[in-house]
């Protein structure tokens, strides 16, 4: 049993094709995909965490056709492995220790509430509103703008070539969008690298003159086109994930009025309704991992250079390890959903995703706690990245 990752059907609900497969086996080879993907939380948490299976980065083909989107990998945190990992996470651990998470936490409660009275106001007008396109699209948007030292006048640049360059990580992607996607990753490193000259010369409290300054025990230093990686890396992962996590999510608490209305009643289930939405429809369905040495994942025995997928949306829902896996509970605890990664990739923006996630579910439900969906959303075409492309609300 497989599924098509282009079928309509399945991308408006693949949690049932998931459970149908994964009663059939941990580990499933999906021909489309040209790897074995797995759908228990046991075995997507041994591909995440397993020290012989690593992210090793294989350049775009043709490699002089798309040198930046290339560049922008080849020196991620995301595509590396130790040593090379090592160091950059240490190096980028530090600059982000320097108190950014906190410095930004009321500034996004303020934000997020400025956004949804414009979602109020615009229901007032029009009787609905999009809270993509008014909330979760230029929320972390301006989130990592502000932490990077974006000035306001260039914070629009970021979310088209954001959501160009993600469009690489679906599969059988049209040649067209392939080439946008480099020319929107071009475009991003020249940008990149001009706001790095500008911090060397004047450094600011933003977290790109402290990735510049950071220094670790060896004196060695982030190059620049590893600080350009880093912080396009934090713009993509943040933006594409926050997004979709507000997205699905208010979509979810919706659809399921009584935890809406929990959440209503109930601001101190907050931080546990984050790691439920993350948990019950995952933005991110599938992070492939290579092997480095022979490894056994559930009975399936993979040999350097093999490649193995996660389902994180499938082991998300595994009963073995949620109770009720079908069922939204955002009072769940435990929680141990894998919508962050785990092992030494684990998400080094997680914290500040939380805190946008949850600043805007508490100025929502503060602010329109009679909130309604207005019409049946629209959802994005991919699979990999799993969204919505408008959610019209009204109250």
């Known amino acids: 049993m497989t599924f098509d990752p282009k079928d309509p059907a399945f991308i408006a609900d693949p ?34 965490r397993h020290r012989g ?15 930046a989107f290339n560049l922008l990998h080849r020196n991620s945190l995301l595509e590396n492995e ?46 609905q509103a999009d809270l993509l396109e008014l909330v979760a699209a230029p929320l972390p948007v301006e989130v990592i703008a502000e932490l990077l030292g974006v000035p306001a006048e260039d914070r629009a640049l970021l979310q088209p070539w954001s959501n160009s360059i993600v469009k690489m990580y679906e ?10 996607a480099e020319l929107a990753a071009a475009e991003f490193v020249g940008y990149l690298r001009e706001l790095i000259g500008l911090r060397r010369r004047k450094p600011g409290s933003d977290l790109v003159s402290d990735l510049v300054a950071e220094t670790d025990a060896d004196g060695g230093k982030l190059t620049e086109d590893e600080l350009v990686a880093t912080a396009v890396l934090l713009l993509m992962a943040g933006h594409e994930a926050t997004v979709n996590v507000i997205g699905n999510g208010v979509f979810a ?29 995952s933005p991110l369905q599938l992070f492939e991992r290579t092997a480095t040495a022979e490894v056994e994942i559930a009975g399936i025995t993979l040999r350097p250079g093999d490649k193995i997928a996660a389902l994180l949306g499938a082991a998300a829902r595994d009963p073995l390890v949620f109770a009720r896996p079908d069922t939204l509970d955002i009072g769940r605890s435990p929680n ?13 923006g997680a914290p500040l995703a939380r805190i946008e996630v949850g600043a805007t579910l508490a100025a929502l439900t503060r602010r329109l706690p009679k909130l309604e969906l207005a019409a049946e959303p629209e959802r994005r075409a991919e ?13």
């Open 53 to 67: 299976l690593g992210r090793i980065w294989s350049d775009a083909k043709p490699v002089d056709a798309f040198a």
């Open 253 to 281: 608490l919706l659809r399921h009025r009584d935890q809406w209305q929990r959440l209503v009643d109930d601001p101190g289930l907050t931080p546990s309704a984050v790691e439920e939405l993350i948990r019950f429809d």
């Open 15 to 48: 949690y049932p094709v998931f459970a149908a497969m994964r009663a059939e086996g941990e580990v499933h080879r999906h021909a489309d995909f040209g790897l074995p993907v797995t759908l228990s939380h046991a075995a997507s948490a041994a591909v995440l």
């Open 336 to 348: 141990p959903h894998l919508g962050f990664g785990a092992g030494i990739h684990y998400c080094v």
């Open 171 to 180: 599969f059988g992607l049209p040649e067209e969008q392939r080439n946008r």
């Open 82 to 127: 130790p040593p090379t990992h090592t160091r950059l996470r240490r190096l980028v651990s530090g600059a982000f220790g320097r108190g950014h998470i906190e410095r930004l936490r009321p500034w996004v409660g303020e934000l997020a509430t400025r956004l949804v009275d414009e979602v109020a106001a615009r229901i007032d007008a029009d009787g």
């Open 383 to 395: 699979f990999v990245i799993r969204g919505l492309s408008s959610l019209r609300l009204t109250s």
